[in-house]
Nanobody
Framework: QVLLVESGGGLVQAGGSLRLSCVLS????????MSWFRQAPGKERDFVAG????????TYTDSVKGRFSIFRDDSKNTVYLQMNTLEPEDTAVYYC???????????????????WGQGTQVTVSS
């Protein structure tokens, strides 16, 4: 059974930085696209960033371009999200996710991911 465990969330002041980590166990990692999503209270779960398998091509939602960076270490079955210049609007629960099938590219739709972590809270104070 695939298990994803996120860590690295917390409380930070606006302008600060956090690095989220997500470790996968119990399944394949290197041949899957991996993504980060976030969900604020009362809102839908939205795509933040994704990284393709093998090519390492990265994709970001517009609001985080230039501030966030996603990268992966296939030797550790881990995907990271480096978040810089954080804004109060970034406050949310952040989830990592693995695509439903291998050898596919990153998708913006949460419905295309079937393995999810439990989430980690990120709170940015103004």
């Amino acid at each position: 059974q695939v298990l994803l465990v996120e860590s690295g969330g917390g409380l930070v002041q606006a302008g600060g930085s956090l690095r989220l980590s997500c470790v996968l166990s119990g399944g394949a990692f290197s041949n899957y696209a991996m993504s980060w999503f976030r969900q604020a209270p009362g809102k839908e779960r939205d795509f933040v960033a994704g990284i393709d398998w093998r090519t390492m091509i990265t994709t970001y939602t517009d609001s985080v371009k230039g501030r966030f960076s996603i990268f992966r270490d296939d030797s550790k079955n881990t995907v990271y999200l480096q978040m810089n210049t954080l804004e109060p609007e970034d406050t949310a629960v952040y989830y990592c996710a693995r695509r439903s099938r291998p050898y596919l590219s990153v998708s913006y739709s949460a419905a295309d991911y079937t393995s999810w972590g439990q989430g980690t809270q990120v709170t940015v104070s103004s």
